[in-house]
């Protein structure tokens, strides 16, 4: 069985991540986390808004 966190980095006006995506990942698995996906949110007009990154670790 696995257990899912998920996390949301908003972008700027730019396009570009308001936080860094690399340490956020090194953060989770230092805890033990693995990166499942990222996935890009987008608007109506195709611009995208926010990634949402989701990590899965193994329960016990």
Known sequence: ???YEFVNIENDWHGKPKE???DIIKTYAKDGWR???IIPLST???GTTNLKLIFEKETH
Request: aromatic share 8%; proline share 0%.
């Open 44 to 46: 109506t007009t195709g």
């Open 35 to 37: 990166l499942h996906s």
């Open 20 to 22: 860094n995506e690399e």
């Open 1 to 3: 069985m696995y257990e």
